[in-house]
């Protein structure tokens, strides 16, 4: 029986389809590859790696390795059957197997070797025919690259909105290179400013902006190796931007400054720019201005200045031929706005601390005062200070009778036809005879202090 080959073509599908239905041999045999395409390295070895396997007993196992270039008819390059190789007198230190496996190296790799290479495996099932199955791989052959450079130009920059740049990146070895070109390590995409070579080996710039400033890198590669270059910092000539003045003292209230009388100042006047601006400073007066200062920073002594002067600060950059101005007025004041807070602070303490002070004085005498009333009292009823009962009392171990202290009154109203109205009057003695009556209102108080009759005190007033 002939070999049967598992037909690929429309035209053998029938049969294909009726030989594996009566043999059953047709998925006995499987032949694998780990890709259709394998990427070699000039100068250096490359393995075909391929696996076949059947399930039906075989009496023989024929390899067959062929290569063919693109409209071009295929060239044998060795086989084995079982495990004898059977090599081409042209390839054998080329091309070598080691039967029963069926993978094919090549070494070393050239890029004469690319292109098809084509794997047949033949199989006999011992009484069951011939089966046959192949696997095609294709081969490329690249060169490494290497470290990629770019270069600028103009090399000495280009002034923005007005200039252009030429970004080319250079590979010195390398097979099929793609470009690809990164700012702050982002890709860069085609725009309005932006465009690119063929191959994208070169970014064109036109005109620069400000926003271009960054850090350029290209990055080369090819099927079987990549590499970046060196971040490139264009130089691009801009400004100035945002011109400010500021100073080290004194209050700023938008473009005013207030400064103390006797007070060196220095103000420091600063924009965005490349390269650095070229300063001066202005001072205006009646329908008159002079420069008065070159650089950066100006210093000056409020006592030479008049209540309120003019300046004005000028950036010049000599590349971009752009300038900026920042205006400013000085207002000197007899008191320093600081001084005045702080005194006005240290006020406020003061008189905060004396009112809360005559606060808690008055609320003390007042709550003083209220818890004591039987003192003034006393010291109306006798007419004697407080001091004199302190320096009169004993102790006699009747100190709580203190609380018994008071005014008692005893009031008899007599018959007005029987006795006459005596004018009231207290009664000052009572050595009084025994069967004297008095007619009349009585008003008596009696004072009674336990352990004070021996000092004076009368027992009745």
């Known amino acids: 029986m002939e070999p049967t080959d598992c037909p690929r073509n429309s035209r053998g599908i029938l049969h294909f389809q009726l030989s594996c239905l009566l043999l059953g041999t047709c998925s006995a045999l499987t032949v694998t590859v780990p890709s259709a395409t394998v990427h070699g390295i000039r100068g250096q070895a490359l393995n075909l790696p391929v696996v076949y396997s059947f399930q039906t007993p075989a009496s023989d196992v ?3 390795w062929l290569f063919q ?4 008819t295929p060239k044998y390059l060795l086989g084995s059957v079982n495990r004898s190789v059977v090599p081409d007198l042209e390839y054998r230190h080329k091309f070598t197997m080691v039967p029963p496996n069926a993978s094919l190296r090549i070494e070393p790799l050239h890029f004469s070797d690319e292109g098809t290479y084509i794997v047949k495996v033949n199989v006999n099932m011992q ?6 199955v192949h696997q095609e791989i294709l081969v490329t052959v690249d060169d490494p690259v290497t470290k990629p ?3 600028t130009q103009p090399s000495s920059g280009a002034v923005e909105n007005v200039g252009n740049l030429t970004l080319t990146c250079v590979v010195s070895m390398g097979t099929r290179i793609t470009y690809q070109w990164l700012k ?12 690119f070579s063929l191959d994208h080996s070169v970014l064109h710039i036109d005109p620069v902006m400000k926003a271009d400033i960054g850090e350029f890198r290209c990055l080369a590669r090819n099927a079987i190796s990549e590499m970046q270059s060196e971040a490139l910092v ?7 931007y945002a011109l400010t003045v500021n100073s080290d003292r004194g209050l700023r209230v938008g473009q005013v400054f207030t400064i103390d009388l006797g007070e060196a100042v220095r103000f420091d006047c600063s924009a965005d720019s490349n390269p650095p601006n070229i300063y001066s400073w202005i001072q205006q007066g009646d329908n008159s201005t002079q420069v008065i ?20 600060c000028c950036a010049y950059n000599n590349i971009t031929g752009r300038r900026g101005e920042a205006r400013f007025t000085v207002i000197i004041t007899s008191l320093g706005l600081e001084n005045v807070t702080s005194k006005a602070k240290s006020s406020l303490a003061i008189i905060t601390g004396i009112s809360v002070f005559l606060i808690v004085a008055m609320s003390s005498l007042f709550l003083w005062k209220k818890c004591q009333p039987y003192k003034t009292i006393r010291q109306k009823l006798t007419g004697r200070p407080e001091s004199e009962y302190g320096k009169a009392r004993t102790f006699s171990g009747h100190e709580d009778a203190l609380t018994d202290f008071g005014i008692y009154e005893f009031v008899a109203f007599p018959d007005p036809s029987t006795a006459p109205r005596m004018a009231s009057r207290p009664v000052c003695s009572s050595r009084q005879s025994p069967g004297q009556e008095v007619h009349g209102t009585i008003y008596e108080v009696i004072r009674h202090i336990p352990g004070q009759e021996q000092q004076g005190w009368p027992e009745e007033v």
């Open 62 to 64: 024929q390899i067959i």
């Open 69 to 72: 270039r693109p409209q071009a």
């Open 127 to 132: 009484g069951n025919g011939t089966v046959s």
């Open 149 to 151: 450079t770019v270069h």
């Open 184 to 195: 702050d390590k982002r890709p860069v995409h085609i725009s309005a400013t932006h465009s």
């Open 234 to 240: 264009p130089t691009i000539y801009y400004g100035p």
């Open 293 to 312: 200062e070159h650089g950066p920073h100006l210093q000056v002594t409020s006592d030479s200045l008049g209540q309120s002067t003019d300046y004005m």
